[in-house]
């Protein structure tokens, strides 16, 4: 294996892939398979597991205990706060048990989006840029772009600008930014 100079990893972690992009850390009990994709500038920390086919983006951060599974993908720039966990199978069954052969349904968190603490992400759901996942979450459908969603099963609350804060009922942030509802719902910069 062969990883970029720039990378770091804990020699208490285990780091079996060298698809690990440039300045990436990874901390002390993480695990990434090899068959996993880590960007650069991502920070791995002390806990996480990445499985085989799992893609990371580039500056992502992963906090402690965190566990994504093959068929998720983080892309540039999310936050996965401690403790959340991503699903891959709506019917998990030990192999042995299976009446059907094993199904891996995708999951996607798009550029910019955090999840907070503890949440859980039941696969097949794509969420949005810049949204919002509140500690706690259970997250059953996919998430818009800049929502805030909460709760078990999670609903959208609110709208988040992409520095993060919450959106007035203008859609103003105190930021400077502005955003407009498209026809669909959806938010657009303005």
Same mark, same amino acid.
């Given at each position: 294996?062969?990883?970029?100079?720039?990378?770091?990893?804990?020699?208490?972690?285990?780091?079996?892939?060298?698809?690990?992009?440039?300045?990436?850390?990874?901390?002390?009990?993480?695990?990434?398979?090899? =068959? $996993?994709?880590? %960007? *650069?500038?991502?920070?791995?920390?002390? /806990?996480?597991? +990445?499985?085989?086919? #799992?893609? &990371? @983006?580039?500056?992502?951060?992963?906090?402690?205990?965190?566990?994504?599974?093959?068929?998720?993908?983080?892309?540039?720039?999310?936050?996965?706060?401690?403790?959340?966990?991503?699903?891959?199978?709506?019917?998990?069954?030990?192999?042995?048990?299976?009446?059907?052969?094993?199904?891996?349904?995708?999951?996607?968190?798009?550029? =910019? $989006?955090?999840? %907070? *603490?503890?949440?859980?992400?039941?696969? /097949?759901?794509? +969420?949005?840029?810049? #949204?919002? &996942? @509140?500690?706690?979450?259970?997250?059953?459908?996919?998430?818009?772009?800049?929502?805030?969603?909460?709760?078990?099963?999670?609903?959208?609350?609110?709208?988040?600008?992409?520095?993060?804060?919450?959106?007035?009922?203008?859609?103003?942030?105190?930021?400077?930014?502005?955003?407009?509802?498209?026809?669909?719902?959806?938010?657009?910069?303005?």
């Amino acid at each position: 294996m062969t990883l970029d100079r720039s990378v770091f990893v804990h020699p208490a972690a285990l780091c079996e892939s060298d698809d690990v992009g440039p300045g990436t850390r990874v901390w002390a009990f993480a695990h990434v398979m090899s =068959g $996993a994709r880590v %960007g *650069a500038d991502c920070n791995v920390c002390d /806990g996480a597991f +990445i499985e085989s086919g #799992a893609v &990371v @983006g580039d500056r992502v951060t992963i906090k402690n205990q965190v566990l994504l599974f093959d068929g998720v993908t983080i892309e540039d720039d999310a936050f996965i706060g401690p403790n959340a966990v991503f699903t891959n199978d709506f019917r998990p069954r030990s192999k042995r048990m299976q009446a059907t052969p094993w199904q891996l349904t995708p999951t996607r968190v798009r550029r =910019g $989006a955090s999840i %907070g *603490a503890n949440a859980t992400i039941v696969c /097949g759901v794509t +969420i949005g840029a810049h #949204a919002l &996942v @509140g500690a706690g979450s259970v997250v059953l459908a996919d998430v818009p772009d800049h929502a805030i969603v909460v709760g078990n099963p999670a609903r959208r609350v609110a709208w988040a600008c992409s520095c993060g804060a919450r959106l007035d009922d203008g859609l103003q942030c105190a930021c400077g930014r502005s955003y407009g509802r498209l026809a669909d719902g959806r938010l657009s910069a303005r």
